[in-house]
């Protein structure tokens, strides 16, 4: 097995002392904001992520592993380009499992702990799920292994992804250059895609490389006339991590209770946050709907 | 991960949670404009009647009551959470119960996310509240059965 060091690991010292800066910038400038007991949350779900990643590690290593030994088409080796070819394909990856994350509950129940802050800023970034294993997430990498990437290249390279996500999780910077909004994943697109204001809602998903959200229709730009606003749909009233960590687990788990039928239940799981067979709950999907359907009354109304 | 590196990340949570406390003072006090606004951007479906809503906010200021004049829109909750306000939305009030004791009304309903708070109002407030509650109950069973 290729030993390669842990990008999200050696980067910790750099985060707390970046949060730190964006505290001081924030409180100087107003152009950020913070709340203690929020990122006291966001910090702790943080280490927690990492506690129950180094548990669960040897799920993700082994299916790797055994994939990539028994089921590899190519032998790619460890050459320069496979690690580019790794980011690259490693990035469209991490577009659909976190487009799955938004749009299948099963998924969501892990990664709604990322959108779960009313806050954006550095410690949001660190807010991270501690139940990704427990998802369907996990078999999305599986066709970089089958082409030949050994598995400790992507977990290096998927480490680098989440290290560059880490800067966008601010409002401290307005826009980037043209060029680089256009190319890649900034804090204005990443507003966006922790907003929960109807017209923002599943959008912009890319890790890294923006092209992902052009082409497969989920790129929503940052309006300047209207303010994101951070935080779930219906968001939680609680800091504490614990119900932070396992709410919707339970939504779901008295939901597949309750059902009528194996349906409904195979639904709970798969189908988007919100559905139930009784539309008495909403989607997305049905909020924007539901939104632009106020929109055109207010335009068509005297 | 080691339990040294564990409890250095614990410090460092810590101390940065008090910086941002320090620089960030939270003044989380619910007032009627911030209930209003907050519970009509949560139930935008909804039609408000400044004439016959009514907003009880406890003494605190930490939680509050909104009660829709209309009984088809039923009642919605607003509580401080930090320096922002989280709002529930009980159209049906059989989702929701209350219990008057000591000079406090606890509101407890099954929603995990929300864990039940108490209310603590002056006496004539909170008997109008529980009154209006109960008119709301009364035409929301009479919806039902009609």
Known sequence: ?302 | MDIVQIGGSLFAIVVLALIAKWLFPTKAELTEERIVRNVARYCPETEFDASTDRVFVSEDKKHAVFVFGNPDFGIATASALGDRVVVRHYPDLSQISFHSKNGELNLISDDFTQPSFSVTLEQAPESELLSMINMTSKKEAKHAHA
């Open chain 1, 1 to 302: 097995m290729l030993d390669l060091p842990a990008p999200t690991q050696l980067a910790v010292p750099a985060f707390v002392l970046l949060v730190l800066i964006e505290m001081i910038y924030g409180w100087k400038t107003g152009r950020a904001r913070f709340e203690g007991k929020d990122t006291f949350t966001s910090l702790i779900m943080g280490l927690g992520s990492t506690i129950s990643g180094a548990l669960t590690a040897a799920l993700s290593v082994g299916l790797g592993y055994l994939v990539w030994e028994n089921f590899a088409i190519f032998d790619l080796g460890t050459a320069l380009w496979v690690f580019v070819l790794a980011f690259i394909l490693d990035d469209l990856t991490y577009y659909w499992v976190h487009r799955m994350g938004h749009r299948m509950r099963w998924m969501w129940a892990a990664h709604v702990i990322h959108h779960s802050s009313q806050h954006y800023n550095l410690s949001t970034a660190l807010r991270q799920t501690w139940t990704g294993k427990f998802t369907p997430g996990l078999l999305f990498s599986m066709p970089l292994y089958v082409l030949g990437i050994e598995p400790a290249i992507v977990f290096f390279v998927s480490g680098i992804n989440l290290v560059y996500q880490f800067w966008i999780h601010t409002e401290a910077i307005d826009k980037m250059p043209r060029w680089f909004e256009y190319l890649f994943n900034t804090p204005s697109h990443h507003r966006v895609h922790h907003a929960n204001n109807p017209r923002y809602l599943d959008a912009n998903y890319a890790g890294v490389l923006m092209v992902w959200d052009r082409m497969f229709g989920s790129f929503i730009p940052e309006d300047e006339e209207e303010a994101c606003r951070y935080g779930l749909v219906t968001d939680l009233g609680t800091f504490n991590p614990l119900r932070v960590a396992t709410h919707e687990w339970v939504g779901i788990f008295k939901d597949l209770w309750s059902a009528n039928s194996w349906k409904d239940r195979a639904l709970f799981l798969l189908a988007p946050p919100g559905w139930t067979p009784d539309g008495s709950r909403m989607t997305s999907d049905m909020i924007r709907q539901a939104w632009l359907d106020r929109k055109a009354q207010h335009k068509s109304s005297p």
